[in-house]
């Protein structure tokens, strides 16, 4: 059985997502994905309960893995990039952020696959993403380099939105790009890792208590309607634009199923 993860709906001006399953010989794959993750430590009620609370519709769900990891990504922006009411130059500069904290998951967390929630409430004018995974933290990611062997779990959260931190398995890029992006369009930013929770707002960025989480979780909350210039707020480090419009322009619903 081959299961599609999406499904949309304009209804009172919110884009609905959920998941629903699709009888098909093709492949088992994605539902070996979703065993895996139904028996990992991943609570999806409290991620909801925290991060989406009260919302309806419900927030868009999906697994990803390694193996369906870009398929993810292109879904969830590809949805977003479908509203003519989101900015444009949001969604360049998002879809680098967005697919540097997926990569995140499958290269820092030692486990095989994480979870996406995404909404988008047009009334609102505001994007929401989630991404959890149940493995290691952040401390013990970064302590594998032995210049942060020794630090705080709260040390490495906020030294995890910094230029150039990194275990030695990427370019410490992806989580400092994104805080850049919070502070340039608004509103807000979360890491969650052990007990301790990062929240870099128009206030700050502030370090706090909070439920344990196994693992981490990277929530982001955009306004979705201020133009901006995305490669500049991404230090001309990427050509986030060029790569957006290449593979997005044009983008409709046929491309989607």
Same mark, same amino acid.
């Given at each position: 059985?081959?299961?599609?993860?999406?499904?949309?709906?304009?209804a009172k001006?919110k884009?609905?997502l959920?998941?629903?399953a699709?009888?098909?010989l093709?492949?088992?794959?994605?539902a070996?994905t979703l065993? @895996?993750h139904?028996?990992s430590?991943m609570n999806?009620?409290r991620?909801?309960?925290t991060f989406f609370?009260?919302q309806?519709?419900?927030? /868009?769900?999906e697994?990803? #893995?390694? +193996?369906?990891?870009?398929?993810?990504? @292109?879904?969830?922006?590809?949805i977003l990039?479908?509203?003519?009411d989101?900015?444009?130059?949001?969604?360049?500069?998002l879809?680098?952020?967005f697919?540097?904290?997926?990569?995140?998951?499958?290269?820092?967390?030692e486990k095989?696959c994480?979870?996406?929630?995404?909404?988008y409430h047009d009334d609102?004018k505001k994007?929401q993403?989630?991404?959890?995974?149940?493995?290691?933290g952040? @401390?013990k990611?970064?302590?594998?380099?032995?210049?942060y062997?020794?630090?705080? +779990?709260? +040390?490495?959260?906020?030294m995890c939105?910094e230029?150039s931190?990194t #275990?030695g398995k990427?370019? !410490?890029f992806?989580?400092?790009?994104t805080l @850049?992006? %919070?502070?340039?369009?608004?509103?807000? /930013?979360k890491i969650?890792?052990?007990?301790? /929770?990062l929240?870099?707002d128009?206030?700050g960025?502030? %370090?706090?208590?909070t439920?344990?989480?196994?693992?981490?979780i990277?929530y982001?909350?955009?306004?979705s309607?201020k133009?901006i210039?995305p490669e +500049?707020?991404?230090g001309?480090?990427?050509?986030c634009?060029a790569?957006?419009?290449? /593979?997005f322009d044009?983008? !409709?619903?046929?491309e989607?199923?």
């Amino acid at each position: 059985m081959h299961f599609s993860i999406l499904f949309h709906n304009f209804a009172k001006g919110k884009l609905h997502l959920g998941i629903i399953a699709q009888a098909s010989l093709a492949s088992s794959a994605l539902a070996y994905t979703l065993f @895996r993750h139904n028996n990992s430590n991943m609570n999806i009620n409290r991620l909801i309960g925290t991060f989406f609370k009260d919302q309806e519709p419900s927030p /868009m769900i999906e697994v990803f #893995d390694k +193996e369906n990891v870009y398929s993810t990504y @292109r879904d969830i922006v590809s949805i977003l990039n479908y509203n003519p009411d989101i900015e444009l130059t949001i969604l360049q500069g998002l879809s680098y952020c967005f697919y540097e904290i997926l990569d995140n998951v499958l290269t820092h967390s030692e486990k095989e696959c994480g979870t996406v929630l995404m909404s988008y409430h047009d009334d609102e004018k505001k994007i929401q993403i989630l991404v959890a995974d149940d493995g290691i933290g952040i @401390r013990k990611s970064l302590s594998a380099n032995p210049k942060y062997s020794n630090i705080s +779990e709260e +040390e490495a959260l906020t030294m995890c939105i910094e230029d150039s931190v990194t #275990d030695g398995k990427g370019m !410490g890029f992806g989580l400092y790009s994104t805080l @850049r992006l %919070v502070n340039n369009v608004g509103s807000i /930013m979360k890491i969650v890792s052990g007990d301790n /929770m990062l929240v870099c707002d128009s206030s700050g960025v502030n %370090v706090e208590n909070t439920s344990f989480w196994q693992g981490t979780i990277v929530y982001i909350e955009l306004h979705s309607n201020k133009e901006i210039m995305p490669e +500049e707020i991404l230090g001309n480090k990427t050509n986030c634009v060029a790569d957006y419009n290449d /593979m997005f322009d044009g983008d !409709g619903l046929d491309e989607l199923w």
